[in-house]
């Protein structure tokens, strides 16, 4: 699961990365990436897209399932040193 977490937690940084460039500077990072003009899309970049998508709900998940049983949550953290 923590694998899934972390592949999640970079999708959504490469999404709020790519939103704020596009804010910022107008700039589209993902089509960038895959060759393409600002706003362009192919099936590469709606694959990122679609992407970026499920890893926001899996996190919305993740978080209101935090919410649900915070005990459970501590439990499973790792232990500070």
């Given at each position: 699961?923590?694998?899934l977490?972390?592949l999640a937690?970079?999708?959504?940084i490469?999404?709020?990365?790519n939103?704020g460039?596009?804010?910022l500077?107008?700039?589209?990072?993902?089509a960038w990436?895959?060759g393409?003009?600002f706003?362009?899309?192919?099936?590469?970049?709606?694959?990122v897209?679609a992407?970026?998508?499920?890893?926001?709900?899996?996190?919305?998940?993740s978080?209101l399932?935090?919410?649900?049983h915070p005990v459970?949550?501590?439990?499973?953290?790792?232990?500070?040193?």
């Amino acid at each position: 699961m923590k694998k899934l977490d972390l592949l999640a937690a970079t999708l959504l940084i490469v999404g709020g990365l790519n939103w704020g460039l596009v804010a910022l500077a107008g700039f589209d990072l993902v089509a960038w990436i895959v060759g393409l003009e600002f706003g362009e899309t192919n099936a590469v970049s709606r694959i990122v897209y679609a992407l970026v998508g499920v890893s926001a709900v899996y996190a919305i998940g993740s978080l209101l399932a935090t919410r649900r049983h915070p005990v459970e949550a501590l439990s499973t953290a790792p232990a500070s040193h």
